[in-house]
């Protein structure tokens, strides 16, 4: 298995995981690319429309990865947010950057 097929797996497996949620969500954390973690901020704080999203290229990373979502917003379509998961993801990220925890 690559190590994006497991990072995917690990993704897919976080959010229903009965126990380890954030076992899981801490992984994610520290596999997660330093390039994506700005647009993943902009997902989390949105949904954002196609045409405001700071890299279509790391958007449709996220999305092919599971940490973003295709949304309506407001009566609209064309719109990405930020899974539940993702928002973990990015809330242990931003700890272990601050050295709140360890990687």
Known sequence: MTDENFFKEL?????????????F??????????RL?????????GPVYD????SKQ???DLLRLGL???VCCKGQQ??????????SVMKIADEIK???IAA
Do not use: S, W
Request: hydrophobic letters at 45%; aromatic letters at 10%.
């Open 11 to 23: 993704i897919a497996r976080g959010p229903v995981a009965d126990e380890g949620y954030f076992h």
């Open 25 to 34: 969500a801490h992984l994610a954390a520290v596999m997660l690319p330093q």
């Open 37 to 45: 973690h700005e647009q993943l901020r902009q997902l989390i704080n």
């Open 51 to 54: 045409g405001d999203v700071i």
């Open 58 to 60: 790391d958007r449709d």
């Open 68 to 70: 973003a979502i295709r």
């Open 78 to 87: 064309g719109h990405t947010g930020a899974t539940y998961f993702a928002f």
């Open 98 to 100: 601050a050295g709140k």
